[in-house]
């Protein structure tokens, strides 16, 4: 049974910092056999993309608004993933999820909501202005 527990969040003013963090057990092929991704839902909106890192690691991709911002890493041993976020904005206020994709192309990005089978339960970053 795979399991994501994140932490991290919590209340920062604009231009603050945040690292979100993604804890996962139960990995039958540990990180490698995973795609990993951050996706966030703001209030009254629907659950967004953020960013992806691949299977293999060596790729990774981010939503435009927070392109130069956040930054996606994973922690192999640890089975960690994390999501540091530089220069925050109001706008980036949202719960935010970590997200595993068993299998698929090595080096591929996984974009879509659908395409992940495990999810944390969130957690919340406000950010103030």
């Known amino acids: 049974q795979v399991q994501l527990v994140e932490s991290g969040g919590g209340l920062v003013q604009a231009g603050g910092s945040l690292r979100l963090s993604c804890a996962a057990s139960g990995l039958t092929f540990g990180s490698y056999g995973m795609g990993w991704g951050w996706f966030r839902q703001a209030p009254g909106k629907e659950r967004e993309f953020v960013a992806a890192?691949?299977?293999?690691?060596?790729?990774?991709d981010y939503i435009d608004s927070v392109k130069g911002r956040f930054t996606i890493s994973r922690n192999v041993d640890k089975n960690t993933l994390y999501l540091q976020m530089n220069s925050l904005k109001p706008e980036d206020t949202a719960v935010y999820y970590c997200?595993?994709?068993?299998?698929?192309?090595?080096?591929?990005?996984?974009?879509?909501?659908?395409?992940?089978?495990?999810w944390g339960q969130g957690t919340q970053v406000t950010v103030s202005s």
């Open positions: 890192v691949s299977r293999s690691g060596a790729t990774t």
């Open positions: 997200a595993a994709a068993p299998g698929g192309p090595y080096n591929s990005i996984r974009y879509s909501s659908r395409e992940y089978d495990y």
